[in-house]
């Protein structure tokens, strides 16, 4: 193959008879051959005879003569002048002269790269259709320009489909018969393509799980291109998620697909299991993965449990899962793995960042693998008493609760310091006498670090009071938004005076404090830590609804 895609040596092969192997070439010329003489009087429509010239990069050969059963390509214009054909079946005959001719018995014409600059090309101006806007109540000429992500296998009829997306949802695209034999083995996972000339109809939601009412069949007259171009490329992504926060998957029905994206708290061990219908030897290993709000657990199965890189735990990875399964067992809501579902492994998403950044500002601490699998820990309400009396924290894993209470009172040791830039690690550096900063653990010298909050305060309730770290962008807030940059002027100037307002200026407020509690072992010694993780006003009106339930649970 060149770099045109064409296969090269293919013509010579052909015209000595060897016609085994199928190739790919270029259509340089098509015309419809004269009837001949003798013929004329049965001379139908049938027997028009197309006649082509074919490039296979090294050679031209123009003595092809297109089977009648594949007519109907140059008649619908699919196949033309520049078209790139893979030729399937080529059958070798000589005249009555011992000349060489070709007899195209099939082929597949092959969608040729567009380029989305040129104006002239009546494809390209086409208007788009985003994919969340399509209805069978469309005007005019549209396609869409969307990425494929899965493609069925030929099932009998022949049948298969293809499930696309761009960035505002994704679709199914059907074909059946002659559309199936001709698009399967052209159309390519990953790649993006403009797809014109399809019928929109309603999705049969039994088969078509996709998030999408409509769904597109292929008729013979549906064009399908290619789109080859590195800015369409970075425009559409690879994966089109639609994550649902972790505290809302009981907003789903048990059973339904969904989206979800989180830290990776903990990891089972992968553990053998016999399959009760198959009857089959197989592995399952459960996860936890947190975000903002709550944890949940995660069931892999199979090669995606076995596989399953246990060091994304240690670096606190944030993974996502395309179409994870809603369970709920023993009333409680969990998510489950199946053989469809798409693991993606820190994702460039914005949720990802943004989880990245929230986890590294209040849970930067390595936690305790577990391994063997406990129920998870479910968002819960806690006075700080009950955090104490009920050991939370102390079972191998992080608990998180929120607590309402009062900030009384900053600790006035350390507060700030220079950090290593690298997000993932952000530890303490070391100023240098050449005037750089190193970082122990990246063994790297940084010219600029930035100044960074990590500060320990005193929460109380009505039923205890509790020490809590707060890092970062929650110190910020906690500290009524003066920078750790602020903090760190008035420290190195001594400005004591200026320090103790910052550090009380907004002391003695109430707020809802996201605690995230866990033991953590250093040197031998196990202690329980307890960080913020957020912080937010109490909305008493809710706070009241809450206080009314407890009531009338106990009565
Ligand atoms: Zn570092």
Redesign the pocket.
């Known amino acids: 193959m060149t770099s045109t895609g064409l296969t090269t040596g293919a013509i010579v092969q052909y015209k000595t008879g060897n016609t085994q192997q199928a190739a790919t070439v270029k259509v340089t010329g098509i015309r419809l051959c004269e009837p001949s003489k003798s013929s004329e009087a049965s001379s139908s429509i049938d027997t028009e005879r197309y006649r082509l010239s074919i490039s296979d990069g090294e050679e031209t050969f123009d003595a092809c003569i297109l089977t009648p059963e594949l007519n109907k390509l140059v008649k619908e214009k699919l196949l033309q002048e520049n078209s790139i054909v893979k030729l399937e079946k080529v059958v070798h005959n000589s005249t009555s002269t011992g000349k060489s001719f070709l007899v195209l018995m099939d082929l597949i014409v092959l969608p040729e790269p567009v380029t989305t600059m040129s104006n002239s090309n009546k494809q390209a101006s086409t208007n788009i259709c985003p994919i969340e806007m399509i209805t069978p109540y469309l005007n005019g000429i549209w396609k869409i320009r969307a990425r494929c992500f899965a493609k069925s296998p030929i099932r009998p009829h022949p049948v298969c489909d293809f499930d696309f997306h761009d960035t505002s949802g994704e679709i199914r695209v059907v074909a059946f018969r002659d559309e199936c034999t001709r698009w399967h083995p052209v159309i390519e996972i990953g790649k993006i393509y403009d797809i014109m000339g399809t019928r929109v109809k309603t999705a049969d939601k039994r088969w078509n799980s996709l998030h999408n009412t409509y769904e597109l069949t292929l008729t013979s007259g549906s064009i399908i291109r290619l789109v080859d171009d590195p800015v369409v490329e970075q425009s559409i992504p690879d994966i089109l998620f639609d994550f649902v926060p972790l505290r809302d998957i009981s907003k789903h029905a048990n059973e339904s697909f969904i989206d979800v994206i989180g830290v990776v708290e903990t990891c089972s061990d992968a553990v053998p299991f016999t399959n009760r219908t198959s009857n089959k030897d197989s592995k399952r290993r459960e996860l936890t993965i947190v975000d903002e709000h709550t944890t949940t657990s995660v069931t892999l199965w199979d090669d995606q449990a076995e596989n399953f890189d246990e060091e994304l735990v240690e670096n606190h990875a944030v993974v996502a899962f395309r179409r994870v399964r809603v369970a709920i067992y023993n009333n409680k809501y969990s998510l489950s793995g199946h053989r469809n579902m798409i693991i993606k492994v820190n994702p460039d998403v914005q949720e990802a960042k943004h989880l990245k950044i929230w986890y590294n500002a209040g849970g930067r601490v390595p936690t305790t693998q577990i391994t063997t699998s406990r129920p998870v820990a479910e968002a819960s309400w806690k006075t700080i008493g009950q955090i104490e009396n009920e050991k939370l924290g102390r079972q191998g894993r992080p608990d998180y609760v929120s607590v309402k209470a009062i900030c009384m009172h900053i600790a006035n040791d350390r507060v700030v310091y220079m950090s290593?830039p690298?997000d993932a690690?952000?530890?303490k550096?070391n100023k240098l006498s050449s005037g750089l900063f190193h970082?122990d653990?990246?063994q790297?010298d940084f010219k600029s670090c930035e100044w960074t909050y990590m500060l320990r305060a005193e929460l109380a309730d009505s039923t205890g009071t509790i020490w809590v770290s707060f890092f970062r962008q929650i110190a910020e807030q906690l500290m009524g938004n003066i920078t750790a940059e602020q903090f760190a002027h008035a420290k190195e100037n001594n400005n004591e005076t200026l320090m103790q307002n910052y550090l009380t200026a907004n002391t003695c407020r109430e707020g809802i404090f996201r605690l995230r509690i866990n033991e953590e072992t250093f040197n031998d010694i196990t202690t329980v830590k307890t960080s913020c993780v957020s912080i937010s006003d109490v909305d008493y009106s809710e706070y009241g609804q809450r206080l009314l339930q407890i009531i009338n649970n106990q009565f």
């Open positions: 290593c690298n690690c952000a530890r550096v970082c653990k990246c790297k």
